[in-house]
């Protein structure tokens, strides 16, 4: 007679059971997989951001970091206490450098270009995440440029003196192409500043024949405004996003040291070209956002850049935008 139902059962489980033992006893035993090593490299660098009908896209093109001294008001007791108390490096400034993109009725263009290989390994990523998102550089309309320093034009360029946006034209302001293109400016300037003329010059060389050079507000491209905020160089230009009643002001540097000229906007930078223009400039954009409450896009604000200015007595704050989804 064979085992009962009753023996069948125990008979399986207490079996089962053997089994599951012998399999995690065996899994103890045999060696953990080997991890393969996390990359450094942060992931988060394409944000999308819609501004009525239009997509802006921002990419963290990377950052760099600079001594406490290019801000000399910073490189104090009240400037270190200041980046204290907002959970800053007071050793040391951290540069985030972000490029844009805008697409429109079938067009694209890109504001600033980033720094290529030019100023070290922790920036120039903006091409490979540029097709990343999906975006042709060959198909790449327009680029405007906020100014011309190595940060903002070194990605015009490849290493060989190519043109990377090769059916692109440039918009920059004029009085920006002349003054990096004037021999006698750049005499002016010590020995080792002068290498921001090349980058300068290097970047808009193979563009010439494809260069457009704006001298007063206006309409640069459907929906894409000029607006002189010079200072940060002779002609910072800043660039006005408007679409279906939604506005995003793209504002290039008017502020390179985050939380520091904000709370501080008198505050100079040893590489603003005009000093007193750079302040003047920067506290004007701040009141246009703050009292307009527009939004607005830094290249050297936290990623993605985005977000709004607020006023309370002398003093401005920033506010991220949330981040969200399209």
């Known amino acids: 007679m064979g085992p009962s139902r009753r023996e069948f059962l125990l008979g399986t489980a207490a079996a089962g059971a053997a089994l599951m033992l012998d399999g995690l006893e065996a899994r103890a035993a045999a060696p953990a997989p080997a991890q393969a090593p996390a990359k450094a490299t942060q992931v988060a660098s394409i944000y999308r951001h819609k501004v009525g009908d239009m997509a802006v896209t921002s990419f963290m093109d990377g950052y760099l970091v600079r001594p406490l001294t290019v801000l000399p008001d910073g490189n104090t007791d009240e400037g270190k206490k200041l980046l204290a108390e907002n959970f800053m490096d007071t050793a040391q400034f951290q540069f985030p450098v972000n490029c844009h993109a805008v697409a429109a009725g079938g067009r694209l263009l890109v504001v600033d270009t980033g720094c290529r290989n030019v100023l070290g390994p922790t920036a120039g990523r ?3 995440l540029l097709r990343a998102a999906g975006y042709d550089p060959a198909k790449v309309s327009t680029v405007l440029l906020t100014h011309m320093h190595p940060d903002h034009v070194s990605g015009l360029v490849s290493p ?14 004029e009085n920006e192409w002349k003054h990096w293109h004037s021999d006698e400016n750049m005499n002016k300037v010590p020995e080792a500043a002068r290498g ?11 563009y010439k024949g494809r260069l457009r050079l704006i001298s007063k507000d206006g309409e640069v491209a459907p929906g894409i405004t000029a607006v002189a905020c010079p200072g940060h160089t002779p002609g910072h230009t800043a660039f006005l996003v408007s679409s279906s009643g939604a506005r995003l002001l793209i504002w290039g540097d008017i502020v390179n040291v985050q939380p520091l000229q904000f709370l501080r906007p008198a505050w100079a930078a040893t590489f603003d070209v005009i000093k ?36 309370r007595g002398s003093e401005y704050g920033f506010i991220p935008a949330r981040w969200q989804d399209l």
């Open 160 to 173: 060989e003196g190519q043109a990377l946006f090769p059916n692109a034209e440039v918009v920059v302001h």
């Open 126 to 128: 903006f091409h490979g």
């Open 196 to 206: 921001a003329f090349k980058f300068a010059r290097a970047g808009g060389a193979p």
């Open 276 to 311: 007193p223009l750079a302040v003047q400039s920067r506290k004007r954009i701040f009141d246009m956002a703050s009292q307009e409450r527009l939004t607005i896009a830094g290249t050297h604000l936290g990623f993605p850049g985005i977000g709004n200015v607020t006023k």
